[in-house]
């Protein structure tokens, strides 16, 4: 049975989409089908998953070519920015998860092969912004959009993962809603700071929030991330243990960041780039995470 996974903090910079990246990664290196659900209009997830060859002359070549038909008949910045935007515009998907979550389109129509086999994403763009104003004035159904859509290929994958924006808004409990079925989880990457223990307190309020008028079979579980070897870290870790049982991973992520900035940089998941220190930590979360089922 699939199973959908949503990585979700009110914090940002807690490792939420390093974290969608490696699980994606480390359960189709199990032989998982997983689809990866973009929602954060800053695409970090959809730049790597998705990420191309480098820029060419040519492409340097039809920009200049389409800056020099408009320019005669526009200012030399304006037939500038055109040219760009038509550049641009070649290069974009069809569709995102915009549209699907806006209703311009099947969810089919917006899921995209990944250079990874076994993952493929619905990609996100920077429309996604507005679409929560979309959701609330022009949906019946503003929180279950993404529900709906997933619903007809769910059983296509065996994990669906969704990395998130910061903020609470209508994605935010469209994101919740979606997680339907018994094994469903919603998974917070909490740091251990007075930010990210504040972050996720918010976030579970807000799973709370909707879990008020929703009742759904929903696993919450707490990730430590960026952990530093030190004892305050250790007894917050510990205590958070103690608290929360079973709903917090064992495995912990350590704060390491030249690993996960190098293979950022380089467009590629720290799991493919790496085998050692952060990288084991996060091969043994998905260990942890697959021995669930």
Known sequence: MSKVIVVLSHKGGCGKSETVLNLAYGLAQKG???LVVDGDPQCNVTSI????LPLSASESDFFLNEY???QPE??????A???????VEMNRVNYDIHHVLEGECPVEEAIY???????NIIPSGTELSMTDYQLKNKSLEPYRALRMALDKVRDQYDVILM???????????NAIAACVREGDMVLIPTKINRGGLEGT?????TIMEWLRSESLPLDIRLLATMVNRNNIDKSWIEALRKAFGNRMFQTTIRYQAKPVEDASMRKRILLEAYKKGVAEDYQSLVNELDALE
Do not use: G, H
Request: aromatic share 16%; no cysteine.
């Open 32 to 34: 998982k089908k997983v």
């Open 49 to 52: 998953l998705m990420s191309e």
């Open 68 to 70: 020099t038909q408009l």
């Open 74 to 79: 526009q200012s030399q910045f304006l037939a």
């Open 81 to 87: 920015y055109q040219a760009l935007k038509k550049y």
């Open 113 to 119: 092969s990944t250079r990874y086999e076994n993952i």
């Open 163 to 173: 990395d998130n924006q910061p903020f609470k808004n209508a994605l935010t409990f």
């Open 201 to 205: 307190y918010e976030t579970m309020e």
